[in-house]
């Protein structure tokens, strides 16, 4: 056991290592940053100047090292155009993503368990293909467009809600259906696939036959199998989780790491964006380790 | 009105039900929509409720607070902060920090200073203040990136508390203007030394009309009128600045009455605000940046000037900002505004197909020839104006292939002359008034912005720079745009008007040179 | 089928297995017309046409018009073409790369395996839109950009199936026997093992084509993708966007068309998967 999850833990490790690689270098093939930082007017010298200071001129090789000499020390340098330590602007935005990211996750888990369950107890009825055409809406309709159109009813033409901005609980209704509706479909279409999967196992059949309760069969023992699957699912859905908060916060000027990223991506800020991308995949990373240690910790009969 | 979307403090003390509430532990009986009422009355009483509150939306965020250090614009630091020389609503210098300034010699100015003026944490503005901000910007140490914009000033020496001399390292007529926007907004010494600049730029302390209360980078930025300003106290208490990049999010905020004032409306969304009681258009002409094509001097066929002036005369400016600006451009032969000191109005040329053709027979090409050309989306209508521009050329026979790119791929192609050899930008000289700052830039060889390479120009460009005086320097700044209308070293298109949206309540005249002073808002 | 309705109720259930028509027909309606609408007497979705500019649906324009009065059925279907081909062509790159890279890892095992497992962990660990928005504003956006990028970041799932699927495949005694006949690895791989992945992966690519779509989309709303004046559903509803004051359908619309790709595609996978019975896990 110890020696799968220090099998793993390095071969994160190594993740993390070949993603630093990848972005920073597709970050420096197209050049420096240096001239569109500078205000328009700079002359040639005041840009060559700007670029040494950066260190810019260096070789990659060099640039690359003193980067992640830098990150081991904990510093993954500043922003080039909010001349913050980039460590420190992500925390700033890390919260907003967060509350986002918390609120979807909690409202579509519930629609998306009802849903599936739903789905699965009247299966193959014309219920179940309701419940379905409501799951698959949620991920047919690209977030942006719902977010949109929440916009427009909402916001356009009722003015119940605010479009957009960050502070009050108004602000937060529209983004977090828009987020989640997606999760939730994910959600209730496999709930709904691995509870049908286990409810027509033997052990059921037992259960019934031993005269337990339905709900008690339900709860006890086809959720607790069926929701296995789910979890470990989980990491890939929460990377396109991420991705879906990008978009949301974009369209609802949420002050998330999402939009700091288009941002940084739009402003040529390297270490902010190298720093955003290694904070994506560790946090990738780190929950599929878990999912996966989960997963061996809740069912000891999988064996690795 | 105001319709603010937020939530009401929660606190430790609460009402329940029942009609009593619970002070702490202790719970009292007075019925709660008593007390409620009684609170209410408090609050109407005092002043604090009278306080006089303005939202501003803008489209760009600010970062950072440190007017020496500023990577974008100064809408906002203007306003915390002071300069020597101030501008007034007709774009006339007036003494701001400095009663008068005054040049000794053509290497030397000196500026007497204003007395009795603070910043916000009690330091007197000063001799010392006003050398220690502008030293701090010319030490190559701190990298400052808008060293640029003072370039010309070699150092400043204090002769008395309230006077300084700058000495500039070659004739500067510019000077006074200089002293009037970023980055030599004044700073206090003490300050800043014992912050630091990291810290100063995050909690800045000025001498200006307004004190920074909140600053939250993407999120909002709030201040407090100061009520010691030498000028007065201003007429609106707290003003909250929101950025909101997307315009159709701005506007509904301006409609629904969530902020009152907006900057940069985009011209196909003034129908948006037509009919819309409560709020209007507020209109600078000529406000905004001058587009152009910029054309590469070096490249065949551009090199030569009759291929040049063909294509400027094939287009149609007209029907650009009548039908893709909806009226919100005017069509203009110059790069240089009509508020720059140096304007020559020169118009643009009309459309003539005709003698396009024939200049460009002349030139060897009867057939026309074909011609890359890159436009970005970024300017009001850029794209669509670009496509224009590609029919108005093909009917004379230049095929334009036509390339929008993301505007952070062009800026850095741009910047490294690496762009198509046909290209359009945008240039402008709102902050100087000044028509060096239009023409300087994008006309003398060398410059990392210019694709011109003619010696007549550089050395009439050369000569704006060291001429003091002001009548002589006039003539030369309108003789290169003379220059520039005949030999079209690139092709000035239109000047945008800048569009803002206010509510009806709040008295806000758009400026020339963009700035949002507080000061002179009112609330009615 | 044991159902635990019928466990805990005893009604007779009805079955209702259409949706795989749905789907189908769903498809059908949208794919129809963009193919056909070259075509069709419909307005250029290229040209201006300043004076109808922001018109309502109506008898002249079935969808109306954008802000430089061009139809936005015509432009619809256009940017429905180009979206659908670029999701195709970068649907098939990802299959092919994934599956060689899935077959050699499964069939040949030992440190390759290790390595193309991490790689597939690597290229997992980026969300992808956030490598596609670096890759596009690094490189420019143009037609071939966007397909192989969308290909080169979508081959991990394909690889992950090939893989599991030629685990199970490798230990099948007539693979054993062609070995024995001493046939080359990758004859074995191409002639033998390939054909017995193409149902999962056909299967796999029919769910995943609703994510490219919605990935293309997102893209050319965030403006990072094909540019206009060249319609696509996501630049569409990008445009869009900036003029809702004004034009809702113009949001709208091209929304809905990517609405019904995704449920059709997803139906119809659903139902292959169900009739194939495949397992995708």
Redesign the interface.
Same mark, same amino acid.
């Given at each position: 056991m110890l020696r799968y999850i220090l099998q793993r833990l390095g071969q994160s490790v190594l993740v993390m290592f070949g993603v630093s690689l990848l972005i920073f270098y597709s970050l420096h093939l197209t050049g420096d940053p240096a001239a569109v930082m500078m205000p328009p007017g700079s002359s040639q010298q005041e840009i060559e100047n700007f670029r040494h200071s950066m260190g810019f001129d260096r070789s990659l090789i060099w640039q690359y090292w003193h980067y992640l000499t830098g990150v081991l020390h904990g510093d993954l340098g500043e922003s080039l155009r909010y001349s913050q330590p980039v460590t420190e602007l992500i925390g700033q935005r890390v919260p907003a993503t967060l509350l986002l990211a918390v609120s979807a996750l909690l409202w579509s888990t519930v629609a998306g368990l009802l849903l599936g369950i739903v789905s699965a107890l009247y299966q193959n009825t014309a219920w179940d293909l309701l419940s379905r055409l409501l799951a698959f809406s949620g991920q047919a309709i690209p977030v942006f467009w719902l977010g949109l159109l929440l916009i427009i009813v909402f916001s356009l033409n009722l003015r119940w809600l605010p479009s957009g901005g960050y502070g009050s609980a108004s602000q937060l209704i529209m983004p977090a259906l828009s987020l989640g509706a997606y999760y939730m479909s994910a959600i209730a279409r496999l709930i709904r696939a691995s509870l049908i999967d286990v409810m027509q196992q033997d052990y059921i059949r037992t259960a019934r036959a031993k005269g337990l309760s339905a709900w008690r069969i339900v709860v006890r023992h086809g959720l607790r199998n069926a929701l296995i699957p789910v979890i470990t699912v989980q990491g890939m859905y929460f990377a396109s989780l991420l991705g879906g908060a990008l978009v949301t916060e974009i369209i609802f000027a949420w002050p998330g790491i999402g939009r700091l990223a288009v941002q940084a991506i739009q402003n040529r800020d390297f270490p902010l964006v190298q720093a955003i991308v290694l904070l994506a995949a560790l946090v990738f990373v780190g929950i599929n380790l878990i999912i996966d240690l989960l997963y061996v910790v809740l069912n000891p009969r999988i064996r690795l | 009105m105001i319709e603010r979307f937020s939530n009401a403090p929660t606190s430790f003390n609460s009402v329940n039900l029942s009609g009593g509430f619970t002070l702490g532990m202790t719970v009292m009986r007075i019925p709660a929509f008593k007390l409620a009422s009684l609170a209410l009355l408090v609050g109407l009483a005092t002043p604090a409720a009278f306080a006089s509150e303005l939202v501003i939306a803008q489209t760009t965020s600010a970062t950072a607070m440190d007017p020496g250090f500023l990577k974008e614009s100064a809408t906002l630091v203007d306003n915390l902060f002071d300069t020597l020389v101030l501008r007034d609503a007709n774009m006339q210098l007036q003494p701001g920090l400095a009663t008068r300034w005054k040049s000794l010699d053509d290497t030397t100015w000196e500026f007497t200073l204003r007395q009795g003026v603070k910043f916000s944490d009690g330091e007197p503005v000063n001799a010392q203040a006003v050398k220690f901000s502008i030293d701090r910007i010319l030490d190559p140490a701190n990298h400052a990136p808008t060293i640029s914009y003072i370039r010309t000033i070699r150092s400043v020496e204090v002769t008395g508390d309230y006077q300084v001399k700058i000495h500039t390292s070659g004739p500067d007529p510019l000077l006074p203007t200089r002293m009037s926007r970023y980055p030599t907004y004044i700073v206090p010494p003490a300050y800043v030394t014992k912050v630091g600049a990291a810290e100063f730029a995050r909690k800045p302390v000025g001498s200006g009309a307004y004190i920074l209360q909140t600053f939250i980078p993407d999120e909002k930025v709030v201040m407090q009128a100061n009520p010691d300003y030498w000028r007065g106290k201003p007429a609106i208490d707290t003003v909250t600045w929101r950025p909101i990049p997307e315009a159709t999010a701005r506007i509904t905020a301006l409609l629904t009455g969530e902020v009152q004032l907006v900057d940069s409306v985009p011209a196909d969304l003034v129908p948006a605000l037509k009919n819309k009681p409560g709020v209007h258009l507020e209109q600078v002409k000529n406000g905004g940046l001058t587009i152009y094509l910029g054309l590469k001097n070096d490249q065949k066929p551009l090199n030569d000037v009759r291929v040049r002036q063909a294509l400027s005369l094939a287009l149609n400016r007209t029907a650009y900002t009548r039908d893709l600006l909806h009226g919100f451009g005017t069509p203009t032969g110059t790069m240089a505004g009509p508020k720059d000191f140096g304007y020559d109005a020169i118009p643009a040329p009309a459309q003539d197909v005709a003698k396009a053709k024939s200049l460009l027979a002349e030139a060897g090409y009867p057939q026309g020839f074909t011609l890359k050309f890159q436009a970005p989306r970024r300017y009001i209508a850029s794209a669509d104006v670009a496509q224009a521009v590609v029919q108005d050329l093909a009917a004379i026979g230049v095929k334009a292939e036509l390339e929008v790119p993301e505007w952070s791929v062009y800026t850095q192609q741009v910047a490294a002359q690496k762009q198509a050899p046909l290209y359009m930008l945008a240039w402008g000289s709102t902050q100087t008034l000044d028509a060096d700052a239009a023409l300087y830039p994008i006309l003398h060889s060398g410059e990392p912005y210019s694709t011109v390479n003619s010696p007549e120009l550089d050395a009439l460009l050369n000569s704006s720079r060291t001429t003091v005086d002001p009548a002589k320097r006039e003539k030369i700044l309108q003789q290169i745009q003379q220059v520039v209308a005949v030999q079209q070293p690139l092709i000035p298109l239109y000047k945008e008007d800048s569009l803002y949206a206010s509510a009806d309540n709040v008295t806000f005249k758009g400026r020339a040179d963009s700035r949002i002073p507080l000061f002179d808002l009112r609330l009615k | !089928?044991?159902?635990? +309705?019928s466990?805990?109720q005893r009604k007779p259930?009805? +079955?209702? %297995?259409?949706?795989g028509i749905l789907g189908g027909l769903l498809l059908l309606l949208v794919i129809i017309p963009a193919l056909l609408a070259p075509w069709l007497p419909l307005p250029d979705p290229l040209k201006?046409d300043?004076a109808a500019a #922001?018109s309502a649906p109506g008898s002249q324009h079935l969808l109306g018009t954008d802000?430089?009065g061009r139809d936005l059925l015509s432009r619809i279907l256009a940017g429905t073409r180009l979206s659908l081909m670029v999701v195709l062509l970068a649907a098939v790159i990802a299959a092919v790369i994934g599956s060689v890279l899935g077959m050699i890892a499964g069939y040949v095992g030992g440190w390759l395996d290790a390595l193309i497992m +991490?790689?597939m &962990?690597?290229q997992?660990? =980026?969300? #992808?839109?956030?490598l596609i928005?670096? =890759?596009?504003?690094?490189? *420019?956006?143009s037609l071939t950009n966007i397909i192989l990028i969308m290909g080169v970041t979508s081959w991990a799932i394909y690889a992950r199936v090939a893989r599991a699927k030629t685990l199970e495949i490798r230990e099948l005694e007539y693979i054993e026997s062609v070995k024995a006949m001493g046939f080359s690895t990758p004859r074995i791989l191409l002639r033998h093992v390939l054909p017995n992945l193409m149902t999962p992966l056909i299967v796999l690519l029919t769910l995943d084509i609703?994510r490219l779509i =919605?990935l293309e989309?997102?893209i050319g #709303?965030?403006? !990072?993708g094909i @540019?206009?004046?060249t319609p696509t559903l996501g630049n569409l509803?990008g445009e869009g +966007?900036? %003029? !809702?004051?004004?034009a @809702?359908w113009l949001?709208?619309y091209p *929304?809905l068309v990517?609405?019904?790709?995704?449920?059709g595609c997803?139906?119809l996978g659903d139902s292959l998967l169900r009739k194939t019975h495949t397992r995708l &896990?």
């Open positions: - | - | !089928m044991i159902s635990l +309705r466990v805990l259930r009805r +079955r209702f %297995y259409g949706d201006n300043l #922001f802000q430089l +991490r790689l &962990d690597i997992l660990a =980026v969300p #992808f839109i956030l928005l670096l =890759v596009m504003a690094l490189f *420019g956006a609703p =919605v989309a997102s #709303f965030l403006g !990072m @540019q206009p004046p509803i +966007r900036s %003029y !809702m004051l004004l @809702q949001v709208l *929304g990517i609405a019904a790709l995704v449920i997803n139906l &896990d």
